[in-house]
């Protein structure tokens, strides 16, 4: 066929015999191309919100171009320290759905002590209240406590794996010049033996927080674990719906208790004594000036990523910076006016799998999102540290992933760029899906879409190939090719040249190395990388359909839901403040450049600092500020509509010059899509024919 040819053969060494995928392709199909050891994914880059527009960084991206467990607890008031267990009625958490507008608070909770652990040395909390977090300091010396010795040991986790250099052999994931992380053995080992010399059974600390309270989900859940050198030791949890009465605070004991999957040698036992109290709180605006820069977290296009301490409840969030200039220029409204509505409508749902929208307010010169903090990091970064996942924990994950992306299609919403870097880990181990800047809402089951968008490895062929354009089933594809890349190393489709990645999305053969993936896995990765949408796994009952594969036949949903069941991975977090797992390249910038220290400044005090914009380009971002469920602004959504429309259609060779004028982009971002070469007018028979089954 002209235009796209047929990838040519080349060695493939880790063949399992006839185990692949693909059609028409010599029999030894093609190896997955070999990347080279210079990641050009810009690591950590508006990752945590998204970036709203073409230049995304990471991979190679597109122009955005038109063409049976235990329940919850529901405690009483207490008023006395002395008060019965708290075991109350079980209560479990509320479905996904709108819910009904909460009153604006602040809920306090407060975490004293604990008594009839099991024997542990450095036990700490990991409280989470509407995805906000507190990660507890350890306990204070206790006269009690038994004298242990301290054995250094070597740090836990697993090398990269690095799979050969021959041409055809598959490599790990490239990695950049990143660290693993900015906290060396020696300070781990000094913080471990200055709190590893007691053990504790009735440890007692000072915890104490205040939430925001942004909506009516109240479900209060309080983790404790133990510091270890190979990895925390989960000692129990509870979880309690707090009450929204001021007069009516919670306060008691309440049993430790494991999750649905725990062992009943490792049965959690004792209790922790809790209060927590409601304060109803006025609406109020707010802006730079009620937030403390702490860390520079990510860096693009459009602006920067902040982690942030909000001055009056001191809860740590992720606050992006957009300047309104930049985004105007780029003709990247309707991204931003997107992302912001995506998320403002998962902040008012039951998502828990999906970061969450806290506040949004602008400035003259800048817009600004403020959401969740992820103290576990990309799941990018521990991918690169590992190579890959063993099957068990990618199944969790992509568990997880199918619930928020289930979410996000029961709300008409198409993700369109699910990849490592948009997927975080909150200090629990559970993830949470980021980066709305590409998704688009108001796609029904059926309807369609053209516009050209996603990150080059995770496009699916429709997108490519079909000038009819595209459904939701896209999200499947992409989520097929994370399953291989989570367990095999390195992506399927990889390639130095774009046009020839093109061309292993559209003929490719992918082979399966031996000893990775199950049966049922591999199953499961063939059903989602079906190159006929209509034949794909969910295209007939979408996210239920996949749940539903023999491959996750031993999850429980509902429990997964409720997120009980254990993670596989734990991040090791001192703090809520802690950035081991964000690049140490952005993380040390405020401390190294005098000019980002300069403008964090001044964000802080809420001065612009760059030119204002007139009147008439303000307009364009009418109604940006939220700070409660309340109805979005209809300028917003209507504006929002019109330039979506005109995305898909009449903007497509603006779009399609600026992006040719690659003299204007970043080098490290030079390799982005720059669009499918077609000569054939014979594409319709690509997409839906036998090339295509698997």
């Known amino acids: 066929m002209p235009g796209i040819d047929k990838p040519t053969r080349t060695a493939a060494s880790d063949d399992d015999g006839g185990d692949h995928i693909g059609f028409e392709t010599p029999r030894s199909g093609i190896a997955t191309p070999q990347p080279d050891l210079q990641d050009k994914r810009l690591p950590g880059i508006m990752s945590y919100f998204g970036q709203s527009g073409p230049p995304t960084p990471t991979r190679a991206l597109s122009a955005a171009q038109p063409s049976q467990s235990e329940g919850r607890e529901t405690p009483s008031a207490r008023t006395s320290n002395d008060g019965p267990d708290s075991s109350g009625t079980q209560t479990p958490r509320r479905s996904g759905g709108a819910q009904a507008p909460a009153p604006k608070g602040k809920l306090t909770i407060k975490v004293t002590e604990a008594k009839g652990l099991r024997k542990c040395r450095d036990p700490y909390l990991v ?158 605006h ?56 995506i998320l403002v409508r998962t902040a008012t749902s039951d998502s828990p799998f999906i970061v969450g929208l806290k506040f949004s307010f602008q400035t003259p010169s800048e817009l600004y999102l403020v959401t969740d903090y992820m103290s576990g990091g990309e799941l990018f970064w521990h991918l690169q540290k590992e190579g890959r996942f063993d099957e068990k924990r990618a199944k969790f994950y992509i568990a997880e992933l199918i619930l928020a992306i289930q979410h996000l299609h029961n709300n008409d919403i198409v993700y369109r760029d ?190 612009a600092a760059s030119t204002p914009l007139s009147p008439s380009v303000q307009a364009n971002f009418q109604g940006f500020t939220f700070v409660d469920e309340s109805a979005l ?3 917003m959504w209507d504006r929002a509509r019109m330039d979506d429309e005109d995305m898909d259609d009449g903007r497509a060779n603006n779009d399609e010059d600026d992006w040719d004028n690659i003299d204007d982009v970043d080098p490290r971002k030079a390799n982005r899509m720059s669009g499918i070469v077609k000569t054939s007018t014979h594409d319709e028979h690509m997409v839906g024919g036998s090339h295509f089954d698997v």
């Open 127 to 284: 409280v989470v209240f509407q995805r906000s977090e507190l990660i507890s300091g350890g306990p204070r010396p206790s006269e009690e406590s038994e004298s242990l010795s301290v054995t250094p040991t070597g740090m836990g986790g697993i090398p990269i794996q690095r799979q050969g250099s021959d041409s055809g052999r598959p490599m790990a994931i490239p990695m950049r010049s990143r660290q693993s992380s900015n906290t060396s053995i020696s300070d781990y080992t000094t913080f471990r033996n200055r709190s590893g010399r007691q053990s504790f059974t009735n440890p007692k600390w000072d915890a104490e927080a205040v939430f925001d309270v942004v909506d009516s989900e109240m479900l209060v859940d309080i983790s404790v674990y133990d510091h270890g050198v190979n990895g925390d030791e989960f000692l129990g949890h509870v979880d309690f719906e707090a009450n929204r009465d001021k007069d009516a605070p919670v306060r008691g004991w309440h049993r430790l208790r494991g999750h649905a999957d725990t062992m009943a040698e490792n049965a959690p036992t004792g209790e922790i004594y809790v209060e927590a109290f409601y304060q109803r709180s006025e609406r109020r």
């Open 418 to 607: 699910l990849k490592p870097e948009n997927i975080l880990l909150d200090a629990n181990g559970h993830i949470a899906l980021c980066d709305f800047g590409l998704s688009k809402a108001n796609l029904t089951k059926n309807d369609t879409t053209n516009t050209f968008c996603g990150t080059t490895e995770y496009l699916a062929p429709e997108v490519l190939l079909d000038e009819s354009g595209y459904t939701k089933m896209v999200d499947f594809w992409s989520l097929g090719v994370l399953v291989f890349e989570m367990c095999c190393g390195w992506s399927p489709f990889y390639a130095e040249d774009t046009q020839q990645m093109y061309k292993n999305i559209a003929f490719g053969k992918v082979r399966f190395p031996r000893d990775t993936l199950s049966q049922e896995g591999r199953n499961f990765v063939k059903g989602l990388l079906n190159r006929n949408p209509k034949h794909r796994l969910g295209a007939t009952d979408d996210a239920e359909e996949l749940k539903r594969h023999p491959f996750f036949g031993d999850i429980d949903w509902d429990l997964l839901t409720r997120k009980l069941i254990t993670p596989p991975f734990k991040p090791k977090l001192k703090s809520e403040t802690d950035v081991s797992y964000f690049d140490p390249e952005f993380t040390t910038a405020l401390e190294q450049n005098g000019s980002l220290n300069e403008r964090a400044a001044a964000l802080a005090r809420g001065y």
């Open 286 to 341: 707010f802006g730079p000036s009620d937030f403390e820069i702490l860390k520079l977290i990510g860096k693009g296009t459009f602006g920067q990523v902040y982690q942030v301490r909000k001055r009056d409840t001191q809860r740590i969030y992720a606050m992006k910076v957009l300047q309104k200039k930049v985004i105007v220029q780029k003709k990247e409204v309707a991204h931003t006016v997107g992302e912001r509505n």
């Open 633 to 635: 602004d209809d300028h």
